[in-house]
């Protein structure tokens, strides 16, 4: 039962998010022989004032 988690700024709409769980679900199941149905995947979205490079916020560089 493959459990993936992807983490990214926030920012997408819903359409990208969903035909991102569909292509990642996809992948995983051709390489791994699992089961769609057994594949979880869990969106996390990182709000750009939570989120630094080099010692900057990412909300800090507009």
Do not use: W
Not at 2 to 21: C, D, H, N, Y
Request: aromatic letters at 4%; proline letters at 3%.
């Amino acid at each position: 039962m493959p459990f993936i988690t992807i983490e990214l700024l926030e920012g997408r709409s819903e359409e990208q998010i969903k035909a991102m769980v569909q292509e990642v679900t996809e992948a995983v199941s051709k390489n791994t022989n699992a089961p769609k149905e057994n594949i979880h995947v869990f969106v996390e979205e990182l709000k750009h004032n939570r989120y630094g490079v080099g010692g900057t916020l990412k909300s800090d560089e507009n």
